[in-house]
């Protein structure tokens, strides 16, 4: 069974950080490009940032360029977000999703993902 189970969101200033991790199971973690998503409230959900199963090309939405930083452990299977510069549009709770699409594409359409986890709040105040 496919699982995610995101971790290390929590309340933070604007300009401050957070490093968010996702343990991912259940299927060959470099079968598959893992990406970053978050859903703010009354919004739906969006891609953030994703890896390239092929290889390793990060993507990042426009929003987030130049402040969070995806990286992998294919060891310990596990998805990493760096967020530094945060800001309160940042808000929303964060999740990790893989798929055998490719990263543009998973990121335009993040409804195309069958797997999900609880995923993790992140709140930014001002």
């Known amino acids: 069974e496919v699982q995610f189970v995101e971790s290390g969101g929590g309340l933070v200033q604007a300009g401050g950080s957070l490093r968010l991790s996702c343990a991912a199971s259940?299927?060959?973690?470099?079968?598959?490009?893992i990406g970053w998503f978050r859903q703010a409230p009354g919004k739906e959900r969006e891609g953030v940032s994703c890896?390239?199963?092929?290889?390793?090309?990060?993507y990042y939405a426009d929003s987030v360029k130049g402040r969070f930083t995806i990286s992998s452990d294919i060891a310990k299977k596990t998805v990493y977000l760096q967020m530094n510069s945060v800001n309160p549009e940042d808000t929303a709770v964060y999740f990790c999703?893989?798929?055998?699409?490719?990263?543009?594409?998973?990121?335009?359409?993040?409804?195309?993902?069958?797997?999900w986890g609880p995923g993790t709040q992140v709140t930014v105040s001002s």
């Open positions: 999703s893989a798929e055998r699409l490719i990263c543009p594409a998973f990121l335009a359409t993040p409804e195309l993902g069958d797997y």
């Open positions: 890896i390239s199963k092929i290889d390793g090309t990060r």
């Open positions: 259940g299927f060959t973690f470099d079968d598959r490009d």
